[in-house]
Protein backbone atom coordinates (compact mmCIF):
# COMPACT_ATOMS: atom_id res chain seq x y z
CA UNK A 1 0.00 0.00 0.00
CA UNK A 2 1.40 3.19 -1.00
CA UNK A 3 1.58 5.84 1.69
CA UNK A 4 -0.92 8.86 2.03
CA UNK A 5 1.63 12.33 2.60
CA UNK A 6 0.66 15.83 3.57
CA UNK A 7 3.55 17.79 2.85
CA UNK A 8 4.21 21.30 3.17
CA UNK A 9 7.05 23.76 1.52
CA UNK A 10 7.24 27.07 3.57
CA UNK A 11 9.14 28.42 0.49
CA UNK A 12 10.80 31.72 1.45
CA UNK A 13 8.48 32.33 4.42
CA UNK A 14 9.55 32.73 7.68
CA UNK A 15 11.93 33.60 9.85
CA UNK A 16 13.80 31.54 12.21
CA UNK A 17 11.38 32.29 15.34
CA UNK A 18 7.90 32.14 13.11
CA UNK A 19 9.24 29.05 11.62
CA UNK A 20 9.79 27.24 15.08
CA UNK A 21 6.45 28.73 15.98
CA UNK A 22 4.50 27.18 13.68
CA UNK A 23 6.52 24.34 13.91
CA UNK A 24 5.80 23.72 17.56
CA UNK A 25 2.12 24.64 16.95
CA UNK A 26 1.53 21.88 14.27
CA UNK A 27 3.12 19.32 16.50
CA UNK A 28 0.67 20.24 19.25
CA UNK A 29 -2.13 20.12 17.07
CA UNK A 30 -0.90 16.62 15.49
CA UNK A 31 -0.11 15.64 18.89
CA UNK A 32 -4.07 16.25 20.48
CA UNK A 33 -5.62 15.02 17.06
CA UNK A 34 -3.74 12.16 14.93
CA UNK A 35 -3.56 12.13 11.58
CA UNK A 36 -4.33 9.73 8.87
CA UNK A 37 -1.40 10.16 6.44
CA UNK A 38 1.86 11.02 6.62
CA UNK A 39 2.93 14.67 7.65
CA UNK A 40 6.10 16.17 6.35
CA UNK A 41 7.07 20.27 6.73
CA UNK A 42 9.88 21.20 4.50
CA UNK A 43 11.36 24.44 5.66
CA UNK A 44 14.32 26.97 4.23
CA UNK A 45 17.70 25.30 5.19
CA UNK A 46 18.58 27.74 8.02
CA UNK A 47 15.40 26.96 9.86
CA UNK A 48 16.17 22.49 9.70
CA UNK A 49 18.39 22.19 12.49
CA UNK A 50 16.36 24.00 15.35
CA UNK A 51 12.77 22.54 13.72
CA UNK A 52 14.15 18.97 13.76
CA UNK A 53 14.69 19.53 17.39
CA UNK A 54 11.11 20.69 17.81
CA UNK A 55 9.19 17.65 15.87
CA UNK A 56 11.97 14.96 17.19
CA UNK A 57 9.96 11.48 18.53
CA UNK A 58 6.85 13.25 16.97
CA UNK A 59 4.60 12.41 13.50
CA UNK A 60 6.50 15.49 11.66
CA UNK A 61 8.89 14.26 8.91
CA UNK A 62 11.21 17.35 8.09
CA UNK A 63 12.68 18.51 4.53
CA UNK A 64 14.45 20.54 2.74
CA UNK A 65 13.49 22.54 -0.08
CA UNK A 66 16.52 21.98 -2.46
CA UNK A 67 20.31 20.59 -2.32
CA UNK A 68 22.97 21.35 -3.99
CA UNK A 69 24.37 19.59 -7.13
CA UNK A 70 27.17 19.05 -5.78
CA UNK A 71 29.11 16.53 -2.99
CA UNK A 72 31.13 19.08 -1.34
CA UNK A 73 33.60 22.17 -1.81
CA UNK A 74 34.37 25.34 -2.92
CA UNK A 75 30.54 26.24 -3.51
CA UNK A 76 29.99 29.13 -1.52
CA UNK A 77 26.54 29.34 -0.60
CA UNK A 78 25.34 26.03 -1.78
CA UNK A 79 24.06 23.70 1.37
CA UNK A 80 25.11 19.66 0.12
CA UNK A 81 22.83 16.92 0.70
CA UNK A 82 24.92 15.47 3.16
CA UNK A 83 24.50 18.98 5.32
CA UNK A 84 20.88 18.69 5.14
CA UNK A 85 21.08 14.86 6.60
CA UNK A 86 22.92 15.86 8.83
CA UNK A 87 20.21 18.41 10.18
CA UNK A 88 18.11 15.51 11.36
CA UNK A 89 16.13 16.12 7.74
CA UNK A 90 14.62 12.80 5.79
CA UNK A 91 13.19 14.53 2.40
CA UNK A 92 14.39 17.06 0.15
CA UNK A 93 12.62 18.40 -2.34
CA UNK A 94 13.68 18.70 -6.24
CA UNK A 95 12.49 19.74 -9.31
CA UNK A 96 10.24 23.04 -7.87
CA UNK A 97 9.16 24.84 -11.09
CA UNK A 98 10.29 28.12 -8.97
CA UNK A 99 13.70 26.32 -9.26
CA UNK A 100 13.68 25.30 -12.52
CA UNK A 101 11.92 28.52 -13.53
CA UNK A 102 14.16 30.98 -11.96
CA UNK A 103 17.30 29.39 -10.88
CA UNK A 104 17.71 27.37 -14.21
CA UNK A 105 18.11 23.73 -13.34
CA UNK A 106 17.78 21.84 -15.91
CA UNK A 107 16.39 17.49 -16.07
CA UNK A 108 20.82 17.16 -15.57
CA UNK A 109 21.35 19.22 -12.93
CA UNK A 110 18.05 18.04 -11.12
CA UNK A 111 19.67 14.51 -12.06
CA UNK A 112 22.76 15.21 -9.90
CA UNK A 113 20.72 16.38 -7.57
CA UNK A 114 18.81 13.38 -6.83
CA UNK A 115 21.44 10.87 -7.03
CA UNK A 116 23.43 12.91 -4.23
CA UNK A 117 19.87 13.28 -2.18
CA UNK A 118 19.57 9.32 -2.13
CA UNK A 119 23.16 8.52 -1.77
CA UNK A 120 22.87 10.37 1.26
CA UNK A 121 19.90 8.33 2.67
CA UNK A 122 17.33 11.33 1.94
CA UNK A 123 13.80 10.56 0.52
CA UNK A 124 13.20 12.70 -2.68
CA UNK A 125 10.04 14.74 -3.14
CA UNK A 126 10.82 15.03 -6.97
CA UNK A 127 7.72 17.92 -8.39
CA UNK A 128 7.10 17.99 -12.29
CA UNK A 129 4.21 19.88 -13.89
CA UNK A 130 3.45 22.12 -17.21
CA UNK A 131 3.25 25.94 -18.02
CA UNK A 132 -0.04 27.26 -18.80
CA UNK A 133 0.69 27.46 -22.29
CA UNK A 134 1.59 23.62 -22.64
CA UNK A 135 -1.33 22.81 -21.30
CA UNK A 136 -3.56 25.17 -23.48
CA UNK A 137 -1.52 23.43 -26.55
CA UNK A 138 -2.60 20.42 -25.19
CA UNK A 139 1.22 19.68 -24.05
CA UNK A 140 1.10 18.09 -20.86
CA UNK A 141 1.48 14.75 -20.61
CA UNK A 142 4.46 15.17 -23.75
CA UNK A 143 6.23 17.80 -20.75
CA UNK A 144 5.58 15.91 -17.49
CA UNK A 145 6.66 12.34 -19.05
CA UNK A 146 9.99 14.24 -20.87
CA UNK A 147 10.38 15.88 -17.32
CA UNK A 148 10.41 12.08 -15.57
CA UNK A 149 12.07 10.39 -18.08
CA UNK A 150 14.74 12.98 -18.28
CA UNK A 151 15.65 13.31 -14.37
CA UNK A 152 14.13 9.86 -12.76
CA UNK A 153 14.50 6.65 -15.34
CA UNK A 154 18.45 6.21 -15.02
CA UNK A 155 17.59 5.36 -11.33
CA UNK A 156 18.00 1.61 -10.19
CA UNK A 157 14.63 0.18 -8.53
CA UNK A 158 16.55 0.58 -5.16
CA UNK A 159 16.70 4.16 -5.68
CA UNK A 160 13.39 5.06 -6.80
CA UNK A 161 11.85 3.01 -4.01
CA UNK A 162 12.81 6.43 -2.06
CA UNK A 163 11.36 9.01 -4.54
CA UNK A 164 7.89 10.36 -4.09
CA UNK A 165 6.30 12.51 -7.15
CA UNK A 166 4.57 15.85 -6.87
CA UNK A 167 2.16 17.00 -9.90
CA UNK A 168 2.28 20.44 -9.42
CA UNK A 169 0.66 22.30 -13.05
CA UNK A 170 2.82 26.10 -12.62
CA UNK A 171 -0.46 27.29 -13.58
CA UNK A 172 -2.26 26.80 -10.44
CA UNK A 173 0.81 27.46 -7.68
CA UNK A 174 0.26 30.32 -5.57
CA UNK A 175 -2.33 31.63 -8.23
CA UNK A 176 -5.50 30.44 -6.45
CA UNK A 177 -6.84 28.38 -9.43
CA UNK A 178 -6.82 24.74 -8.59
CA UNK A 179 -6.78 21.90 -10.88
CA UNK A 180 -10.06 20.50 -10.85
CA UNK A 181 -9.99 17.05 -9.01
CA UNK A 182 -10.37 15.02 -12.55
CA UNK A 183 -7.63 16.82 -14.35
CA UNK A 184 -5.36 16.29 -11.45
CA UNK A 185 -6.48 12.14 -11.32
CA UNK A 186 -5.58 12.54 -14.87
CA UNK A 187 -2.69 13.39 -14.91
CA UNK A 188 -1.77 10.99 -11.88
CA UNK A 189 -2.64 8.09 -13.61
CA UNK A 190 -0.59 9.40 -16.79
CA UNK A 191 2.39 9.52 -14.26
CA UNK A 192 1.74 6.70 -12.73
CA UNK A 193 1.93 4.64 -16.40
CA UNK A 194 4.34 6.41 -17.18
CA UNK A 195 6.55 4.73 -13.99
CA UNK A 196 5.02 1.66 -14.75
CA UNK A 197 6.64 1.39 -18.50
CA UNK A 198 9.58 1.95 -16.99
CA UNK A 199 9.95 0.65 -13.10
CA UNK A 200 7.21 -1.90 -13.40
CA UNK A 201 5.16 -2.76 -9.93
CA UNK A 202 7.14 0.05 -7.97
CA UNK A 203 4.21 2.47 -9.84
CA UNK A 204 1.68 0.98 -7.28
CA UNK A 205 3.91 2.06 -4.51
CA UNK A 206 4.94 5.87 -5.43
CA UNK A 207 3.11 8.09 -3.71
CA UNK A 208 2.26 10.95 -6.10
CA UNK A 209 1.17 14.08 -4.71
CA UNK A 210 -1.11 17.28 -6.61
CA UNK A 211 0.20 20.55 -5.45
CA UNK A 212 -1.19 23.90 -6.33
CA UNK A 213 -3.31 26.17 -4.43
CA UNK A 214 -4.22 23.61 -2.63
CA UNK A 215 -6.58 24.33 0.61
CA UNK A 216 -8.99 22.98 2.90
CA UNK A 217 -11.85 23.44 0.91
CA UNK A 218 -10.30 21.56 -1.89
CA UNK A 219 -8.48 19.06 -0.09
CA UNK A 220 -11.43 16.44 0.02
CA UNK A 221 -12.34 16.35 -3.58
CA UNK A 222 -8.95 15.94 -4.53
CA UNK A 223 -7.75 13.86 -2.38
CA UNK A 224 -10.63 11.42 -3.12
CA UNK A 225 -9.05 10.44 -6.40
CA UNK A 226 -7.62 7.12 -6.96
CA UNK A 227 -4.20 7.80 -8.01
CA UNK A 228 -3.97 11.25 -5.76
CA UNK A 229 -1.93 10.40 -2.65
CA UNK A 230 -2.01 13.77 -0.99
CA UNK A 231 -0.52 16.86 -1.68
CA UNK A 232 2.38 19.60 -1.87
CA UNK A 233 1.27 22.28 -0.03
CA UNK A 234 2.28 25.66 -0.44
CA UNK A 235 0.56 28.72 0.88
CA UNK A 236 -1.40 26.92 3.08
CA UNK A 237 1.18 25.34 5.06
CA UNK A 238 1.83 28.81 6.31
CA UNK A 239 -1.10 28.81 8.42
CA UNK A 240 -1.25 25.47 11.00
CA UNK A 241 -5.01 25.62 10.87
CA UNK A 242 -5.57 25.85 6.97
CA UNK A 243 -2.46 23.21 6.89
CA UNK A 244 -3.75 20.69 9.58
CA UNK A 245 -7.49 20.62 7.64
CA UNK A 246 -5.88 19.69 4.22
CA UNK A 247 -4.29 16.82 6.78
CA UNK A 248 -7.81 16.03 7.85
CA UNK A 249 -9.01 15.75 4.53
CA UNK A 250 -7.37 12.57 4.77
CA UNK A 251 -10.12 11.64 7.90
P1 LIG B 1 0.73 26.69 -3.43
O1 LIG B 1 2.20 26.12 -3.75
O2 LIG B 1 0.05 25.68 -2.55
O3 LIG B 1 0.98 28.00 -2.73
O4 LIG B 1 0.04 26.86 -4.75
C1 LIG B 1 2.41 24.75 -3.94
C2 LIG B 1 3.87 24.51 -4.25
O5 LIG B 1 4.47 25.29 -4.99
O6 LIG B 1 4.47 23.53 -3.75
Redo the contacts with the bound molecule.
Keep these: MRKKIVAG?W?MNLNLQEGVALATELKAALAADKPNCDVVICTPFIHLATVADVVKNTVIGLGAENCADKEKGAYTGEVSAAQVKSTGAQYVILG???RRAYYGETAEILKEKVNLALANGLKVIF?IGEVLEEREAGKQNEVVGAQLADSLFDLTDEQFANIIL?Y?PVW????GKTATAEQAQDMHAFIRGCIAGRFGDAAENVSILY????KPSNAKDIFSKPDVDGG??????LKCEDFKGIIDAWK
Design positions: NKHSECAEAIGTGGSCLIGGAA
